[in-house]
């Protein structure tokens, strides 16, 4: 029996330019609270990777980096950079040129 995929988190340009996950405040709260932090969490045993992908999409992951994580999976990568991609209302030439990239199918 398949577990059900977690929804990807809609995704936006914080201060900084940088495309990110948009974080739930109560799951950002609790992890800066403590006793936890990324570290121990990590190390939870049981966690599956649809679980830890989500997480790291509620703690505002940027897209960017997610696709660095192990346990993020190319399906979820791919609809976060499509939802990356549509950010852009007015895209650059080297924006609109990465992101037509990005939709070429892999050979």
Request: net charge negative; hydrophobic share 35%.
């Amino acid at each position: 029996m398949s577990k059900t995929k977690h929804p990807v988190q809609p995704v936006y340009f914080d201060e900084h330019g940088v495309v990110r996950f948009k974080e739930n405040p109560i799951v950002r709260y609790l992890l800066d609270a403590g006793p936890f932090d990324m570290n121990s969490i990590a190390m939870l045993p049981g966690i599956d990777a649809n679980d830890r992908e989500q997480f790291a999409q509620l703690i505002g992951y940027s897209v960017s980096g997610a696709g660095d994580l192990s346990y993020f999976s190319d399906e979820t990568w791919d609809e976060a950079w499509a939802k990356q991609c549509a950010l852009e209302e007015e895209p650059d030439e080297a924006w609109a040129k990465q992101c037509a990239l990005e939709e070429e199918p892999d050979e």
